[in-house]
């Protein structure tokens, strides 16, 4: 049998045409950029775009730029440094209230801590409705709270907080060696002590890490949250722009530029040490 | 021999302490509680007004129940046109930073190209994208058009960074190869350098689709299109009702395009 198939096909494995992908594999490719295409086709195509607007945008930016420049530094002391600070203060106080409502919504959530199913339920429930809220929306519903100020900004920033910090802390809690857990629980020791010598020191580079990075984020959100009243640096930013003074606008916005970067820096230089 | 020497130290301190009081945590902790104090009285944050507070919550989560559909073609609209801004920022934005992210990649490009790309894209990233967009309300005026424009800024700011370091963790042995051949600078970037990163580049662009959908929900109220505009009009007019049902629509999108994505993912493993 060898015989007769061998000597024509020799060669054959040679032959063979090889193609990268399989049917299946290159349908989807084929579904996938359809996909794209169409949804972006329909969206130019539905989208109100208004063509004198668009015309004379080069002109208008240049017009901006122009009218930002220079900067009203004069305006820096009197009116932005105060409100910088405010933002800092909200930021810092938001991202404690934060993790203060987080932690026990992470214990519920996590599955080795808390044995009751239908309490991680409830607990996961109520981290994924805070993440889905956006912080500005979190800061038009506590404007309605609490009224107009900075309590409306620490507080959106705080509810934001909650489903990310207590999502990863969460996650953070589930990963870890049950080991020293049980070793403490065999000796004896009170729920209390197990959480704080056994769970505590494990889940520390976590909590650190997670804390952080959410006041990096928070610095960045309280900047905008006073654009809808909740105090901080947008309040000002907010009334430069309706008073059309945009070379105020221009110095607020290097303020928070300066802001954002120095947080960010402090935060790469605080991680490193620490973890 | 020298490793079994040096914890023997170590075991013994801890065994005299086996629970030692962490006496720089607990000075941390009272800073803390020291600004706290101190941060909040900046802010005016009282017990009273906390009190004053819950009772408008309790008012003001009285009239937001039951939610009010009945203005549902104003809703389905203004959602309609938030997708629309999301997948035109994230198809601008992801063309955008593709030779962005190739020309922050510092083991690609010379450090005289790649440093000011990669000071760029911080600044795209450090701006939030409300405030990118109200300078392009300025520029372009009001309308969707705005809105795509500030989130393709934010896309080039996470999507570009993420580019340049998937392309920085490439492994360097096919681009050799492929030059050693006399490949052009393009042939290398297609035949060595993309099939290394394709499946993650597809990964980030969808992330960057989910995260400009829920960013393309607020743009609006700074007057950038989409349903923040309808949102930010029902707060002004105390339309609490109509507010919850806005909000419902948000998360229930949200959530959908959270599944959907969460989906292809795992479909792609």
């Not at chain 1, 820096?76 to 910088?84: E, I, K, M, N, R």
């Not at chain 2, 030779?99 to 701006?127: H, K």
Request: hydrophobic content about 60%; charged content about 15%.
């Amino acid at each position: 049998m060898s015989a007769t198939t061998t000597t024509g096909d020799t060669l054959a494995p040679l032959r063979r045409e090889w193609i990268r992908h399989t049917p299946a594999e290159r349908l989807t490719r084929w579904v996938m950029t359809l996909t794209i295409v169409a949804a972006t086709v329909w969206a130019v195509r539905t989208i109100d775009i208004i063509p004198e607007f668009l015309i004379d945008a080069p002109e208008q930016m240049a017009d901006l730029l122009l009218r930002m420049w220079p900067p009203d530094l004069a305006y820096y002391p009197t009116t932005v440094h105060g409100a910088l600070i405010e933002t800092l203060h909200i930021a810092t106080l938001g991202t404690v209230f934060g993790f203060l409502m987080a932690i026990p919504l992470a214990l519920l959530a996590a599955r080795n801590i808390c044995r009751i199913p239908a309490l991680n339920a409830l607990a996961q429930v109520g981290l994924v409705a805070s993440r889905s809220v956006n912080s500005l929306v979190w800061a038009l519903i506590f404007v309605a709270v609490f009224g107009p100020g900075a309590a409306a900004g620490v507080f959106a920033i705080a509810f934001r907080s909650i489903g990310f910090v207590g999502k990863l802390l969460a996650e953070a809690l589930e990963e870890m060696n049950p080991g020293p857990r049980e070793a403490l629980r065999a000796a004896g020791a009170p729920w209390g002590a197990e959480m704080l010598k056994a769970v505590w020191p494990q889940i520390r580079p976590a909590f650190w890490g997670v804390a952080l990075f959410r006041w990096d984020i928070n610095v960045r959100e309280s900047a905008v949250l006073g654009l809808v009243g909740a105090g901080g640096i947008g309040v000002v930013l907010e009334d430069a722009i309706n008073f059309f003074q945009w070379d105020q606008v221009a110095t607020i916005l290097l303020a928070i530029l300066a802001v954002v970067l120095v947080a960010e820096i402090v935060v790469t230089r605080v991680r490193a040490r620490l973890l | 021999m020298s490793d079994s020497a040096l914890p023997a130290p170590q075991a013994e301190a801890s065994a005299r302490r086996a629970f030692a009081p962490d006496w720089g945590m607990r000075i941390l902790g009272i800073l803390l509680i020291a600004y706290l104090f101190y941060a909040a009285s900046q802010l005016d944050l009282g017990l009273g007004r906390f009190i004053t507070g819950l009772g408008e919550g309790g008012r003001f989560l009285a009239r937001m129940v039951p939610p009010n559909f009945e203005r549902w073609e104003l809703l389905l609209e203004g959602l309609l046109e938030s997708i629309q801004i999301a997948v035109l920022a994230t198809v601008v934005g992801i063309i955008l930073s593709l030779p962005l992210g190739l020309l922050a990649a510092r083991n690609l490009a010379p450090w005289w190209v790649s440093g000011p790309v990669r000071a760029f894209i911080a600044v795209c990233r450090s701006l939030h994208y409300v405030i990118v967009a109200i300078i392009f309300v300025k520029a372009i005026g009001f309308g969707a058009m705005a809105g795509v424009a500030a989130l393709v800024v934010a896309s080039i700011g996470f999507a570009a960074k993420l580019f340049a370091e998937a392309v920085e963790e490439i492994s360097m042995k096919p681009v050799e190869a492929v030059r050693a051949t006399g490949a052009s600078a393009m042939a290398v970037l297609i035949y060595a350098v993309l099939p290394q990163v394709a499946s993650r580049f597809v990964g980030f662009s969808l992330y960057q689709l989910d995260s400009n959908l829920r960013n393309s929900t607020l743009v609006g109220i700074v007057g950038a299109g989409g349903i923040g505009g309808t949102l930010f009009a029902a707060f002004k007019r105390f339309d609490y009702d109509f507010v919850s049902a806005i909000l419902l629509a948000i998360i229930a999108l949200i959530l959908l395009a959270e599944v959907i994505s969460g989906r292809i993912r795992a479909a792609m493993r």
